[in-house]
């Protein structure tokens, strides 16, 4: 049974750039969350999918969105990027519901120049 | 605003001897308590939960305490392995926005053989 994977594994952008991040959740679940990780710093979650739709936000600015396809898998999208968004971004997957355990995916390593 | 937070970046343990993790938090609504570890290139796995229904959990050499009057909680881990080194996240769950885990910053904890 295959975990959470991410695709890209690295990748280098330039500022202003608009990039994509890709994550197919582990087996059975059914949301997936993304998490921004900075250099030296916890997870900082950044929005939730559920039935294809934001369930739930954090403190992140428009220029990030995504998308949860039918089959579960789920995009990052962020737009306009800037230095500061350089970091691993992780996808957690789950089945919805208090208590339940999120799996995380190794990563995407994002550096933005 | 961190509102989980981790003190203590790094902490050495000799091999056999217990390692004492310990984790803040603010956020009076935090009701459910988790502990992740994270090894390099990799995404951060579930090690152990407590709800706040409980103040100890217990799985193995692992043991999560929770003191909900401190806000405070700590892992220990008896006996330490080698294996265990690695960085340690505690993460926290709201009861009104669940399932976005607010993570502290992290201890990275090295055990000596």
């Known amino acids: 049974d295959a975990g959470v994977t991410q695709s890209p594994t690295h990748l280098i952008k330039t500022r202003g750039q608009q990039v994509t991040l890709r994550c197919s959740p582990k087996s059975g679940h059914d949301t997936v969350s993304w998490y921004q990780q900075a250099l030296g710093q916890g997870p900082q979650f950044i929005f939730q999918?559920?039935?294809?739709?934001?369930?739930q936000r954090g403190n992140f600015p428009d220029r990030f969105s995504g998308h949860q396809f039918p089959n579960y898998s789920s995009e990052l999208n962020v737009n306009a990027l800037l230095l500061g968004d350089s970091a691993l971004y992780l996808c957690a997957s789950s089945n919805l519901g208090r208590g339940n355990e999120q799996y995380f995916g190794p990563g995407t390593r994002l550096t933005v120049t | 605003d961190q509102q989980v937070k981790q003190n203590s970046p790094s902490l050495s343990v000799q091999e056999g001897r217990i390692s004492i993790l310990n984790c803040d938090y603010t956020?009076?609504?935090?009701?459910?308590f988790l502990w992740y570890k994270k090894y390099p290139a990799e995404g951060p796995t579930f090690l152990i939960s407590?709800?706040?229904?409980?103040d100890k959990n217990e799985d193995g050499r692992f043991t999560v305490f929770l003191n909900k009057s401190a806000k405070h909680l700590s892992l220990h881990i008896v006996p330490s392995q080698p294996g265990d080194s690695a960085v340690y996240f505690c993460a926290a769950d709201a009861s009104n926005t669940g399932n976005q885990f607010y993570f502290g910053t992290g201890t990275s904890l090295t055990v000596i053989p």
């Open positions: 999918y559920y039935e294809e739709e934001e369930r």
């Open positions: 956020n009076s609504m935090f009701d459910y």
């Open positions: 407590i709800s706040s229904i409980k």
